[in-house]
């Protein structure tokens, strides 16, 4: 299996809202460009997004929540005495970190990057004015002495560029570090994390290992005075899963922004294989108008081929409002077809 790095190119609306300015005016998230204003989504409203996708169409686990704390000091975190990389494929994508105590923490960084999602065209002031006059009617209607509350939003409709890279090394591979060692009984594992007990059901014992499941397994190695813990998923659960975050990436995510429903559906998209997991087309991706200004070309394409960490071919996808040019010298560089596109990654389809 091989790292993989997309960039795709979207149209979208105001899909990530700011604070609100004056008390009635819901902004968007901006930032400036060499005196330009440009909106943009961020990583953690993607990264939002894209679960939100998978879990509905793939029923991608959500890993389970844990509230300590008292008052102001409350910590939100993930549950890692219920779920981990093995039960749940949200904590192996996206990443987490779990406070044990005295400053000492379980952190994963993500194998799943997102870059923000940044307009391709300048933010020029738009807003509209929204009144709820429905539901104030009706109110009216039933003998309520009630009145509108009239609203401004921040609008921009734009196309906007994102780029994913998928770390395959990290991704289905974990590492803990605990104090005691574990225990084993009864088809259960037990381990301490900090103050709390992290109880593993539905365990066999084998040489050197337990597995847990269908999903994976778990190795122990003594370090010194503590124990390192490495859950590794197996490998037709690893490929099932890059396989499901690049085909909702493909298809598109489902959005919503306050309340109004959004596309997040490539019109263009290029993608490959890569022997580091870093983002090497984004730089180089921008769009500009054809003749007659209907049509939209993508430059950016040539210097896409230059880079030495490609580890295989291309796979490029147009639209109707959206092309490119390939030049001749690279077209057999390029593929088409979704399955060819996995199998050069490594990841066929079973």
């Known amino acids: 299996m091989k790292s993989i790095t997309l960039t795709m190119i979207f149209e979208g609306s105001a899909l990530n809202r700011d604070e609100k300015i ?11 460009v060499d005196g330009k204003t440009f909106s943009f989504l961020g ?11 998978l879990y509905q169409v793939f029923c991608w686990k959500p890993a ?39 400053g000492r923490s379980i952190a994963r ?18 807003m509209a004015f929204y009144c709820n006059h429905d539901l104030v009617s009706r109110a009216v209607r039933q003998g309520e002495n009630v009145f509108s509350n009239p609203f401004s939003k921040e609008e921009h409709l734009s196309f906007y560029k ?27 594992l037990e381990m301490k994390i900090g103050d709390r007990v992290k109880r ?47 085909t909702a990436i493909k298809n598109g995510l489902y959005a919503q922004s306050s309340g109004e429903a959004n596309t997040i559906v490539p019109l263009f998209m290029i993608a490959a294989p890569v022997k580091v997991p870093s983002p090497i087309f984004h730089p180089f991706i921008q769009l500009e108008r054809m ?32 092309r490119c040019e390939i030049k001749e010298e690279d077209r057999e ?10 199998r050069e990654c490594g990841i066929e389809s079973s």
């Open 333 to 342: 560089k390029v593929i088409d077809d979704w399955e060819e596109f996995l």
């Open 200 to 246: 593993i059901k539905n365990v066999e014992i084998g040489e050197n290992e337990f597995k847990v499941g269908e999903k994976g397994v778990i190795r122990i190695e003594r370090i010194g005075s503590r124990y390192r813990v490495i859950f590794e998923v197996f490998e037709a659960e690893k490929k099932r899963r890059i396989r499901e975050l690049l």
């Open 22 to 32: 004056g008390g009635n005016i819901l902004s968007i998230k901006k930032l400036e």
């Open 109 to 126: 960084k993500a194998p799943v990057g997102i870059t923000k999602a940044v307009s391709l065209t300048e933010w020029n002031g738009d």
């Open 291 to 322: 003749e007659k200004g209907k049509i939209l070309k993508v430059l950016g394409i040539s210097d896409c081929f230059k880079n030495s960490w490609l580890d295989g071919k291309l796979f490029i996808m147009e639209s109707e409002r959206i």
């Open 43 to 53: 990583k953690t409203a993607i990264r939002y997004y894209l679960f939100t996708t």
């Open 64 to 102: 389970e929540i844990l509230v300590s704390g008292q008052g102001d000091k409350k910590v939100v975190q993930f549950d890692l005495t219920k779920d981990d990389i093995l039960t749940s494929e949200e904590l192996d994508a996206f990443g987490y970190m779990y406070t044990i105590k005295e």
């Open 162 to 188: 994102v780029s994913f890279t998928i770390d395959a090394e990290r991704l289905g591979r974990d590492e803990w570090i605990v104090e005691d060692e574990l225990e084993y009984e009864a088809g259960k």
